[in-house]
T-cell receptor
Framework: KNEVEQSPQNLTAQEGEFITINCSYS?????LHWLQQHPGGGIVSLFM???GKKKHGRLIATINIQEKHSSLHITASHPRDSAVYIC??????????FGTGTSLTVIP | EPEVTQTPSHQVTQMGQEVILRCVPI?????FYWYRQILGQKVEFLVS????????KSEIFDDQFSVERPDGSNFTLKIRSTKLEDSAMYFC????????????FGSGTRLTVV
Protein backbone atom coordinates (compact mmCIF):
# COMPACT_ATOMS: atom_id res chain seq x y z
CA LYS A 1 0.00 0.00 0.00
CA ASN A 2 1.18 3.52 -0.76
CA GLU A 3 0.48 6.03 1.94
CA VAL A 4 1.98 8.82 -0.14
CA GLU A 5 1.54 9.22 -3.88
CA GLN A 6 3.41 11.72 -6.01
CA SER A 7 2.81 12.89 -9.53
CA PRO A 8 4.26 13.08 -12.00
CA GLN A 9 7.02 10.48 -11.58
CA ASN A 10 9.18 12.19 -14.18
CA LEU A 11 9.06 15.74 -15.43
CA THR A 12 11.09 17.54 -18.08
CA ALA A 13 10.77 21.29 -18.37
CA GLN A 14 12.36 24.12 -20.31
CA GLU A 15 14.34 26.65 -18.33
CA GLY A 16 12.05 29.39 -17.10
CA GLU A 17 8.91 27.26 -16.93
CA PHE A 18 6.62 27.13 -13.90
CA ILE A 19 6.66 23.65 -12.40
CA THR A 20 4.16 21.91 -10.14
CA ILE A 21 4.69 18.61 -8.35
CA ASN A 22 1.76 17.05 -6.54
CA CYS A 23 1.54 14.89 -3.45
CA SER A 24 -1.49 13.07 -2.04
CA TYR A 25 -1.47 11.14 1.20
CA SER A 26 -3.83 8.79 2.93
CA UNK A 27 -2.42 8.78 6.44
CA UNK A 28 -3.42 11.16 9.19
CA UNK A 29 -0.56 13.60 9.58
CA UNK A 30 0.49 16.65 11.47
CA UNK A 31 3.09 17.77 8.95
CA LEU A 32 4.24 17.31 5.40
CA HIS A 33 7.83 17.46 4.29
CA TRP A 34 9.24 18.36 0.88
CA LEU A 35 12.78 17.16 0.23
CA GLN A 36 15.23 17.50 -2.62
CA GLN A 37 17.64 14.70 -3.48
CA HIS A 38 20.56 15.44 -5.75
CA PRO A 39 22.13 12.94 -8.17
CA GLY A 40 24.91 12.29 -5.67
CA GLY A 41 22.30 11.10 -3.18
CA GLY A 42 22.35 13.92 -0.65
CA ILE A 43 18.98 15.00 0.77
CA VAL A 44 18.03 18.57 1.58
CA SER A 45 14.94 19.56 3.51
CA LEU A 46 13.01 22.21 1.58
CA PHE A 47 9.87 22.71 3.61
CA MET A 48 8.02 21.27 6.58
CA UNK A 49 4.47 22.53 6.67
CA UNK A 50 1.34 21.76 8.60
CA UNK A 51 -1.07 24.24 6.98
CA GLY A 52 -1.35 26.93 4.33
CA LYS A 53 1.61 27.94 2.29
CA LYS A 54 5.33 28.53 2.62
CA LYS A 55 7.68 30.31 0.24
CA HIS A 56 11.45 30.23 0.00
CA GLY A 57 13.00 31.97 -2.96
CA ARG A 58 11.54 30.46 -6.12
CA LEU A 59 9.97 27.56 -4.25
CA ILE A 60 6.42 27.56 -2.92
CA ALA A 61 4.76 24.73 -1.02
CA THR A 62 1.06 24.51 -0.25
CA ILE A 63 -0.98 22.04 1.71
CA ASN A 64 -4.70 21.37 1.92
CA ILE A 65 -5.28 19.28 5.03
CA GLN A 66 -8.94 18.55 4.22
CA GLU A 67 -8.10 17.23 0.78
CA LYS A 68 -4.87 15.53 1.97
CA HIS A 69 -2.95 17.13 -0.81
CA SER A 70 0.17 19.22 -1.15
CA SER A 71 1.90 20.87 -4.07
CA LEU A 72 5.43 22.08 -4.63
CA HIS A 73 5.84 24.86 -7.17
CA ILE A 74 9.04 26.10 -8.73
CA THR A 75 8.89 29.46 -10.48
CA ALA A 76 11.34 30.43 -13.23
CA SER A 77 12.89 26.97 -13.24
CA HIS A 78 16.62 26.61 -13.81
CA PRO A 79 18.81 23.64 -14.76
CA ARG A 80 20.25 23.61 -11.23
CA ASP A 81 16.73 22.72 -10.01
CA SER A 82 17.17 19.32 -11.66
CA ALA A 83 16.85 16.76 -8.88
CA VAL A 84 14.43 14.29 -7.36
CA TYR A 85 11.75 15.95 -5.25
CA ILE A 86 10.30 13.82 -2.47
CA CYS A 87 7.16 14.32 -0.44
CA UNK A 88 6.95 12.76 3.02
CA UNK A 89 3.88 12.83 5.28
CA UNK A 90 3.70 12.03 8.97
CA UNK A 91 4.27 13.42 12.40
CA UNK A 92 7.48 15.07 13.50
CA UNK A 93 9.05 12.89 16.13
CA UNK A 94 7.44 9.85 14.64
CA UNK A 95 7.24 8.01 11.37
CA UNK A 96 7.18 9.80 8.05
CA UNK A 97 5.92 7.98 4.97
CA PHE A 98 7.85 8.82 1.83
CA GLY A 99 6.69 9.11 -1.74
CA THR A 100 8.73 7.58 -4.54
CA GLY A 101 9.85 10.99 -5.72
CA THR A 102 9.48 13.11 -8.84
CA SER A 103 12.52 13.26 -11.06
CA LEU A 104 12.78 16.76 -12.51
CA THR A 105 15.03 17.68 -15.41
CA VAL A 106 15.21 21.32 -16.47
CA ILE A 107 16.68 21.82 -19.92
CA PRO A 108 18.55 25.04 -20.75
CA GLU B 1 25.56 26.59 8.56
CA PRO B 2 25.26 23.72 11.07
CA GLU B 3 25.56 20.26 9.57
CA VAL B 4 24.72 16.70 10.46
CA THR B 5 27.89 14.68 10.01
CA GLN B 6 27.87 11.00 9.11
CA THR B 7 30.80 8.62 9.09
CA PRO B 8 31.97 6.69 7.24
CA SER B 9 30.72 7.88 3.86
CA HIS B 10 31.08 4.36 2.45
CA GLN B 11 31.44 1.06 4.25
CA VAL B 12 31.93 -2.36 2.76
CA THR B 13 31.36 -5.32 5.05
CA GLN B 14 31.18 -9.07 4.84
CA MET B 15 27.80 -10.69 5.24
CA GLY B 16 27.28 -11.68 8.84
CA GLN B 17 29.47 -8.94 10.26
CA GLU B 18 28.28 -6.16 12.53
CA VAL B 19 28.53 -2.53 11.45
CA ILE B 20 28.13 0.71 13.32
CA LEU B 21 27.12 3.81 11.43
CA ARG B 22 27.89 7.06 13.15
CA CYS B 23 26.14 10.41 13.14
CA VAL B 24 26.80 13.70 14.86
CA PRO B 25 23.50 15.64 14.92
CA ILE B 26 23.27 19.41 15.21
CA UNK B 27 24.00 20.32 18.79
CA UNK B 28 20.72 22.01 19.77
CA UNK B 29 18.52 19.48 17.98
CA UNK B 30 16.54 17.09 20.12
CA UNK B 31 14.98 14.65 17.66
CA PHE B 32 17.17 12.17 15.78
CA TYR B 33 16.29 9.80 12.98
CA TRP B 34 17.68 7.05 10.82
CA TYR B 35 16.40 6.41 7.31
CA ARG B 36 17.58 4.11 4.60
CA GLN B 37 17.29 4.10 0.84
CA ILE B 38 17.93 0.94 -1.10
CA LEU B 39 19.30 1.77 -4.54
CA GLY B 40 16.51 2.81 -6.88
CA GLN B 41 13.86 2.69 -4.17
CA LYS B 42 12.19 5.24 -1.95
CA VAL B 43 13.47 6.49 1.35
CA GLU B 44 12.24 4.39 4.29
CA PHE B 45 11.92 5.40 7.90
CA LEU B 46 13.80 3.23 10.37
CA VAL B 47 13.64 4.86 13.79
CA SER B 48 13.17 8.12 15.64
CA UNK B 49 14.87 8.93 18.93
CA UNK B 50 14.03 11.55 21.51
CA UNK B 51 15.01 12.08 25.12
CA UNK B 52 17.43 9.15 25.04
CA UNK B 53 14.91 6.61 23.90
CA UNK B 54 13.24 5.34 20.77
CA UNK B 55 10.01 7.22 20.12
CA UNK B 56 8.95 5.22 17.09
CA LYS B 57 10.33 2.50 14.87
CA SER B 58 9.21 0.92 11.63
CA GLU B 59 8.69 -2.76 10.93
CA ILE B 60 12.08 -2.75 9.23
CA PHE B 61 13.75 -1.90 12.53
CA ASP B 62 13.79 -5.37 14.04
CA ASP B 63 16.15 -7.00 16.53
CA GLN B 64 18.96 -6.80 14.01
CA PHE B 65 19.09 -3.04 14.50
CA SER B 66 19.79 -0.89 17.51
CA VAL B 67 20.45 2.79 18.15
CA GLU B 68 22.41 4.48 20.85
CA ARG B 69 23.46 7.89 21.97
CA PRO B 70 26.68 6.88 23.71
CA ASP B 71 27.65 10.43 24.62
CA GLY B 72 26.26 13.92 24.24
CA SER B 73 27.12 14.24 20.58
CA ASN B 74 27.07 10.91 18.74
CA PHE B 75 24.05 8.96 17.54
CA THR B 76 24.80 5.49 16.22
CA LEU B 77 22.98 2.81 14.27
CA LYS B 78 24.23 -0.73 14.82
CA ILE B 79 23.35 -3.47 12.37
CA ARG B 80 24.11 -6.94 13.63
CA SER B 81 24.77 -9.93 11.38
CA THR B 82 24.45 -7.95 8.15
CA LYS B 83 22.66 -9.43 5.15
CA LEU B 84 23.03 -8.66 1.47
CA GLU B 85 19.68 -6.87 1.52
CA ASP B 86 20.98 -4.41 4.13
CA SER B 87 23.00 -2.78 1.36
CA ALA B 88 21.62 0.74 1.11
CA MET B 89 22.32 4.39 1.78
CA TYR B 90 21.65 5.17 5.42
CA PHE B 91 20.75 8.74 6.30
CA CYS B 92 20.80 10.31 9.71
CA UNK B 93 18.70 13.42 10.37
CA UNK B 94 18.02 15.71 13.28
CA UNK B 95 15.59 18.50 14.03
CA UNK B 96 14.47 20.96 16.64
CA UNK B 97 11.21 20.64 18.52
CA UNK B 98 8.27 22.29 16.78
CA UNK B 99 6.13 21.06 13.94
CA UNK B 100 7.39 23.70 11.50
CA UNK B 101 11.04 22.81 11.83
CA UNK B 102 12.40 20.77 8.97
CA UNK B 103 15.02 18.14 9.24
CA UNK B 104 18.69 18.50 8.56
CA PHE B 105 19.99 15.40 6.85
CA GLY B 106 23.48 14.05 6.87
CA SER B 107 25.10 13.19 3.56
CA GLY B 108 24.58 9.49 4.17
CA THR B 109 26.62 6.32 4.60
CA ARG B 110 26.59 3.93 1.69
CA LEU B 111 26.67 0.42 3.14
CA THR B 112 27.63 -2.42 0.83
CA VAL B 113 27.31 -5.94 2.17
CA VAL B 114 29.26 -8.53 0.16
Amino acid sequence: KNEVEQSPQNLTAQEGEFITINCSYSVGISALHWLQQHPGGGIVSLFMLSSGKKKHGRLIATINIQEKHSSLHITASHPRDSAVYICAAGSPGNQFYFGTGTSLTVIP
Amino acid sequence: EPEVTQTPSHQVTQMGQEVILRCVPISNHLYFYWYRQILGQKVEFLVSFYNNEISEKSEIFDDQFSVERPDGSNFTLKIRSTKLEDSAMYFCASREIGVDYGYTFGSGTRLTVV
